[in-house]
């Protein structure tokens, strides 16, 4: 069968209300896009597949004969507490990191895809991940790559929704969100974690995140071995001690070298749509944007190629030159912000 097959067999079995033979040719579509090397569109499909079958044997309602969709309240609040369900088509090529790092992440993969050989022995398996360092240097970005790599949903938490006023709220929607988590063998990527695990003196309101800090330990300890939880961090030392050695691997992701300034200079440009005007200047502009992040770095490298087509727009003819003079002067006014 082709896809097109599947689509009219799922618009008939859809609008005949027909719901067993319905979610089976939506489970042959996943297991054909799978073969078809589709597999973003197979993890979400599969993912919206799981959930609806929950929602019904939650419900206790049979989706036949019944067109109305029915949202609980508990599910509303779910979602509330989610920015994004995606999947990433991010790989470890695309991150520009020291060969350490690349090194560490490696072995993780590794562990989950070789995850029923590890089983076979008992062995355990890492799937606690905290990435930490200065803002722009790509945290983010690794755990996009990480779901990448392994062709899994990642699910991104709203931290503004996470975090209550009210007593133990807070507990409840990890709770909640963990769960959710380990029935769809998903991702959770939870930035600025050190909103959630403060050292357990920090705060004067001891007692609420001492309970915010003991709900995650335990949710770490009962997390499945398939489930992989991300962290993110600015400020690794205001993680509670105990938490910071539960997780199974610590990323440090530095501010790039002068080597790594160049590669992400070559990743901007791989596609070789543009080139720079004088190739003379960019050894100086590389030391130049030294202590910058690569998000700044990659910032003003995009607006330099930008501004440079706009100033063409008069001449009648538009090249694809990079004036290296406006990325200089761009990358000197983001180092006098950064002295402020």
Same mark, same amino acid.
């Given at each position: ?68 969709? $029915? ?37 993780? $993969? ?66 909640? $969100? ?123 490298? $995009? ?38």
């Amino acid at each position: 069968m082709t896809q097109y097959d599947y689509i009219k067999d799922i618009a008939k079995y859809g609008l005949e209300n027909d719901y067993e033979k319905l979610l089976q040719v939506l489970n042959e579509l996943v297991d054909y896009s799978k073969k078809s090397n589709k597999m973003n569109f197979a993890i979400q499909l599969q993912s919206i597949l799981k959930e609806s079958i929950r929602q019904h044997q939650v419900s206790g309602l049979s989706i036949v004969g019944s067109p109305k969709h $029915i949202l609980r309240e508990e599910e509303k609040e779910l979602s509330d507490l989610v920015l994004e369900k995606l999947t990433s088509d991010y790989r470890l090529k695309d991150l520009v990191c020291t060969e350490k790092v690349v090194s560490e992440l490696q072995h993780f $993969i590794q562990e989950h895809q070789f995850i029923d050989l590890l089983n076979k022995f008992e062995l355990p398996v890492s799937n606690k991940v905290l990435f930490h360092g200065p803002s722009g240097c790509g945290k983010t970005l690794a755990a996009y790559v990480l779901a990448g790599e392994l062709e899994k949903l990642m699910i991104v938490v709203n931290l503004g929704a996470i975090v209550s006023s009210k007593l133990g709220e807070t507990s409840k929607n990890l709770a909640k $969100i963990f769960k959710w988590a380990a029935s769809e063998d998903a991702i959770i990527f939870i930035d600025e974690f050190d909103s959630l695990g403060k050292v357990r003196d920090y705060s004067q309101d001891h007692g609420e995140m001492k309970r915010v800090v003991n709900t995650i330990l335990q949710l770490f300890d009962y997390l499945p071995k398939e489930s992989i939880i991300i962290g993110a961090t600015n400020q690794i030392n205001m993680i509670d001690g105990a938490l910071r050695r539960r997780f199974d691997l610590v990323v440090e992701l530095e501010k790039p070298d002068e080597k790594h300034v160049k590669e992400l200079i070559d990743k901007t440009l791989q596609h070789g749509n543009f080139v720079f005007k004088n190739k003379k200047d960019i050894p100086a502009i590389i030391k130049q944007s030294l202590g910058l992040s690569y998000y700044t770095i990659q910032k003003t490298l $995009i607006t330099a190629i930008k501004r440079s087509l706009f100033d063409q727009v008069d001449k009648g003819a538009l090249s694809t030159v990079i004036d290296t003079h406006i990325w200089k002067e761009l990358i000197a006014q983001e180092q006098l912000n950064l002295a402020k």
